[in-house]
């Protein structure tokens, strides 16, 4: 691991200042962070620890929604009653993701930030444009299974690993930030990921020292909520696929359906055609094959990922069935 | 940097980048908690810190100095041996050892987890779930066993849940 500055933040405000001096990173649960840094795939040359700074309320807020402090643990935000009762996907895929012992550690607002788990951007002997920029890519020739089908760019193929982020996308979370200068800002999460294009180094829209504070859904959506993922083990893996669906039935005709997508593209991914298809519609296999369709108009394989395309396809299906059975 | 671990004081000096791992290892001889993979992916790391069970090669030691760390020195002793260290004894929850500081620390903290009724991603409804030995599998996964202990590892965890918690354990029959 390289040499380090650390600092620790007595306020937000203070963390948003300090964390805008060049090469400066973060750091609350420290789980992704730390592990890239001692691969030397991270090499910060200052720290500003923000675990300690007092954002680890869930709070009800006006309107029906709930507020998440940035720091809450993954564990105590699954387990949240409030969360529980209205918002079982985001549960759901919480615990879908990572371990026990990391759940407990890992910060809301760092699961948003999570970085990929694409083998040639942790391998620093291999090109990887999101690691050095403009080194190339590895992955497209190479063992590239547990990536990008969707959202790609000829210098990018690397999928976001996130199961919260998947959630969150379909609940319409938005982001609450503090800038180094003082500003708050609202981010919806459908805004605040980037598209690789020709940057896969830029993954959000987080200017420098610009620190998350808050998470907020808005009132749960009316429909039955669920979260599939299907990956290589049973237990402590990352998707191949994952759906957060949420849809509501209403005199036999899909009234509202809310579909987010993980191990698919380089964000969670959510495509709104898909939804319009399916709303106004009676439920039935042919008329999810068809939203699949559109989900996959754009699709493309690079080998070994080619599995993934029909996968996506069964597993879009299957979620459908279970939510308007 | 002072810490606080298993109810002791301790001061050592340490290089900013030192894990908890390393603090507790090679700075303190506290070499119960073991290194796998140093990478938050084997679990045998795992300590208490303030109740919850957390891979200790994951986190810097400078970002626990205010906390209540305990490792599996802390849980009992050869002639006072805690409750899950004799059941893995009496179960033979192990072959050659090395994950089971981690897998009994992780157990420790899983159980409190079960006990403030916390699901997990098998639970079949998110409130009160029954405590199978499915779930023990699911909230152990973050524990790896090369030598496969993991049928014993299930009994031994069982036998100390079900002592903790009959009712509970008669409603997963």
Known sequence: MKLFDYAKADSAETAAREGAVADTKFIAGGTNLLDLMKLQVETPARLVDISRLPLNDIEEVDGGGVRIGALVPNSDLAASPIIRERYEVLSRALLAGASGQLRNKASTGGNLLQRTRCYYFYETASRCNKRVPGSGCDAQQGFNRILAILGTSEHCIATHPSDMAVAMRALDATIVTLGSDGEKRRIAIGDFYRLPGDTPDVEHVLRPGELITHIELPAAPAGKQTYRKVRDRASYAFALVSVAGIVAVDGGKIASARLAFGGLGPMPWRDTAVENALVGQAPSDALFTQAADLLLRDARGFGSNDFKIPLARRTLIATLRELTA | ?173
């Open chain 2, 1 to 173: 940097m002072q810490f606080t671990i298993n109810g002791q004081p301790y001061q050592a000096e340490a290089d900013i980048r030192t894990s908890l791992l390393d603090l507790l290892r090679e700075h303190l001889s506290l070499t119960g908690s073991k290194k796998g993979c140093d990478h938050g992916q084997c679990g045998a790391c795992t300590v208490l810190v303030n109740g919850r069970r957390i891979n200790a090669c994951l986190t810097l030691a400078v970002m626990h100095q205010d906390d209540d760390i305990v490792t599996i020195e802390g849980l009992g002793s050869p002639n006072k041996l805690h409750p899950l260290q004799a059941a893995f004894v009496k179960h033979d929850g192990f072959q050659c050892g090395y994950c089971t500081p981690g897998q009994i620390c992780s157990a420790v903290g899983m159980l409190d987890e079960v006990e403030k009724g916390w699901p997990s991603h098998v639970s079949a409804t998110l409130n009160d779930p029954d405590f199978t030995d499915e779930e023990i599998r699911e909230r152990m996964s973050g524990n790896i066993c090369r030598c496969s202990a993991y049928p014993n590892i299930v009994d031994a965890i069982r036998e100390v849940a079900d002592a903790r918690e009959p009712v509970r354990a008669e409603a997963a029959e």
